[in-house]
């Protein structure tokens, strides 16, 4: 992200104006990809849906909102059609599952969720083997990819791959992201040697956010793509696959033999389609007033504010050593600014997640915000 002065002028008022006490709800909270969620904020919206558009059973996820979400999800992302999954590491199973058929062989990041979080899923239940490459990388490039797939394809016997998937952003790499340069020649690739192509997009509101290429563009790139419903669509679970009407058609049975055909989806599917509606631009909003406050804020001494290489939504803040970070968290806290000193890496930087909250202040206040912390901590 990369804003000019003229901008920040435009979107920044300085003046000598105290912080405005704040309600708890104008909390600004540098932490996840959405608003936060608790049991009774979700019921309130569940009831304020149903009163607004009626909630619509579904049987084992199939019809009601379920169908409506679907139907919602493969028109934002380009594709023919969608289908509503309990978690990602079952979406990101099935799409491998049915893209690689009789082909033993599958490509994904080393750093990916896939390949590190979800039991060996895909090789002990659908006897797929994972070929992870970019080790300690958040991704690969297409001469790593075709060096290891023309490894598989001579060998003694052939191994041939039937999917390569792309996880991106890559939480594991603090939100970095694959260069949609790179990902178009990865693709082409892939689309050249018949091999399927499976994003997992669960954060891709967050990747089109930071480099402003369309959701649907990215997802184009792809066989099928996998978004998250309740990182920041406001779900309490749930997942979409979409891709082609070929691809999907019947794609519920193996969910169910997976023991995702879940009773009562319409709950979660009528929270995504509550949290879907207007969040890109919320989003892209809440982008853009981050870039310019955090701008504003490497004018102030002793702190700054840089986006990775590649970046996404996450920032890392550095204090210098004359701050006490401690102290620093607390100030913040008392002015409705939420960060986590948890969040910090090796480097002893801390770790900023630019969420829709970040509208909740103007960009003054915030300012004001981080600067009395600043000064107040310092030793």
Partial sequence: MQTTNRHATQLLRLDTTPIRDVAPSNTVIFRGDGEPKTPSMMLQRLAEFDQEFTLKEDSYSLGGNVEELEKKCAEMLGKEAAVFMPTGTLTNHLAIRKLCGIKPR??????????????????????????????????FTLETLRTTVEQAESGRVINPVGAVMVESPVRRQLGRIMPFDEMKAVMDYCRDRQIGSHLDGARLYMMSGATGIPPADYAALFDTVYVSLYKYFGAPFGAILAGTAEFMDGLYHDRRMFGGGLASANFAAALALQGIDGFEERFNLAMTRASVLFETINALESITVEPFEHGSNIFPLKLESDVDSTRFVEVLKKHSVSISPSEGDHAGRIMLTVNPTVLRQDIQSLLCAFERAVKESQR
């Avoid at 490509?107 to 994972?130: A, P, W």
Wanted: include cysteine; charged fraction near 20%.
């Fill in 106 to 139: 599958a490509i994904v990041q080393e750093q990916s969720h896939l390949y590190n979080d979800s039991g060996d899923c895909v090789t002990r239940l659908s006897n797929i083997n994972l070929i992870p490459l970019a080790k300690g990388d958040p991704y």
